[in-house]
């Protein structure tokens, strides 16, 4: 077998292999630390003269497999699993910005990373510029500085489902000499590789699709091992530098490709933590295995459901990029041709006199089968209307400064039959017109 095996074989089998007698699945390694025969062995170990397991917060072999599965599906050299998609964001970033430097990052992010990157970020004295990602590449160039160390954004963002011109960025970024970083948690692997479009970097909340069914909150980080630190060292010194930590070693030097990751793992994952736990690394492999077979179903739903909402008289609007009324349909056809994901925002009319912003929740209160939840990209359909929770602090007027529709509804398809979340959306709407 020399042909590259297709993604659905990766979500199956990449990252583990059993001999003969040993488990099939991925087995939990609940164990905190790591057995050696002598001192010398385990000296070497913390040396990083040798690979190998003796404390389970650096590493752990459960987590291992499943990180090398993700780097497998999207095309990195190396992974590293994280206790959660926000933890996965801070060590991406934290990895190669420290104190006094600055990051580029597309406005259109989630809110938990806006807020990262925006408060507490500042705070640990790294500015951020956020710019308006559909901006032209000479107007997003004026955000760079002498020490801009990144640049973000999210191949579809978290909730506006609008999609990044990933080419675009990386260009930005590599002509100011500093790495794209990606969060690609909506498309997931299975719809872009973000790697294969110029990103150096990848992150991931394991906790939406590639789970899939709500079990864990998760992270990752994959490495494409493209980037060179040491082309741009002066910008990069934990990389390109001697590390007093690990008696002088310097990570691009000893590890080439792979410095990156092993930085994050030796450096941020042993002094801040929030290594994901065999266990939940477990419940990510299982995800994974399937990921391919449920996003397929995610986006067909999805299309379906969106379809019937906009020939719908009662709702106001639409935005899935696969729509062609979508103002990101263009670029949903390069960068996720064969679907994007399952969530959806809409607005529902309100009939006259009535206010936008309580119809929705009227709305939201008939919904039967799908449920009002903070969460979205899993089995379950369900609906969050920010003017009621997320946001819920904000006069109207604020709302649409900030770009968010009074009536905007998010909504995440789940893997239920679409007839029946099509139905219980129409009886929800006939309902609260009643009410
Ligand atoms: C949910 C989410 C995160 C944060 O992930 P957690 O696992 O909740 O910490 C980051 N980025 C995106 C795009 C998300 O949807």
Request: net charge negative; proline share 5%.
């Amino acid at each position: 077998m020399n042909k590259k095996p297709g993604i659905g074989t990766l979500c199956v089998q990449a990252g583990y292999a059993s001999g003969k007698g040993e488990p099939r699945q991925i087995p939990i390694v609940q164990s905190t630390t790591f057995k050696y025969e002598n001192s010398e062995q385990m000296a070497r170990l913390f040396d990083l003269e040798e690979d190998g397991y003796f404390y389970t917060r650096l590493q752990n072999p459960t987590n291992d497999k499943v990180a090398a599965r993700i780097a497998a599906l999207e095309g990195g050299v190396a992974a590293m699993l994280t206790s959660s998609g926000q933890a996965a964001n801070f060590f991406a970033c934290f990895n190669i910005c420290e104190a006094g430097g600055h990051i580029v990052s597309a406005t259109s992010i989630y809110g938990g990373t806006f807020n990262l990157l925006g408060t507490t970020f500042r705070k640990m004295g790294i500015e951020v510029t956020f710019v308006d990602q559909n901006a032209p590449e000479e107007e997003i160039a004026k955000a760079f500085r002498p020490n801009t160390k990144l640049v973000f954004g999210e191949t579809l963002s978290n909730p506006g489902v609008m999609v990044l011109d990933i080419e675009k960025f990386a260009r930005l970024a590599h002509s100011h000499g500093v790495p794209l970083i990606v969060d690609n948690t909506f498309p997931t692997p299975i719809n872009c590789r973000p790697i294969e479009w110029g990103a150096d970097i990848v992150t991931h909340s394991t906790t939406k699709y590639m789970d899939g069914q709500g079990v864990h909150v998760g992270g990752a980080i994959v490495d494409s091992g493209n980037f060179d630190w040491t082309a741009h060292a002066d910008k990069y010194p934990g990389l390109t530098t001697p590390d007093a930590s690990y008696h002088g070693l310097v990570f691009a030097e000893k590890f080439g490709k792979m410095a990156y990751i092993t930085k994050a793992t030796t450096t941020l994952m042993r002094d801040l933590g929030s290594i994901q736990s065999p266990q939940n690394a477990f419940y990510l492999g299982l995800g994974l295995q399937t990921l391919h077979v449920r996003m397929n179903r995610h986006c067909s739903s999805a299309l379906t459901v969106a379809r019937y909402l906009e020939s719908n008289p009662q709702v106001s609007w639409v935005n899935y990029p696969e729509l062609e009324s979508s103002p990101d349909h263009k670029l949903q056809q390069k960068y996720l041709p064969d679907g994007s994901c399952g969530v959806m925002c809409f607005g529902v009319k309100a009939p006259e006199g009535k206010n936008p912003r309580s119809f929705a929740s009227v709305f939201m209160d008939k919904l039967k089968l799908i449920t009002i939840e903070t969460h979205v990209a899993d089995c379950y359909t369900c609906v969050l209307h920010p003017a009621s929770h997320t946001h819920r602090q904000m006069s109207d007027e604020q709302l649409l400064e900030a770009g968010v529709a009074l009536d905007l509804i998010r909504l995440s398809i789940g893997l239920e039959d679409p007839a029946d979340i099509i139905a219980d959306i129409q009886q929800a709407l006939d309902e609260a017109l009643k009410a």
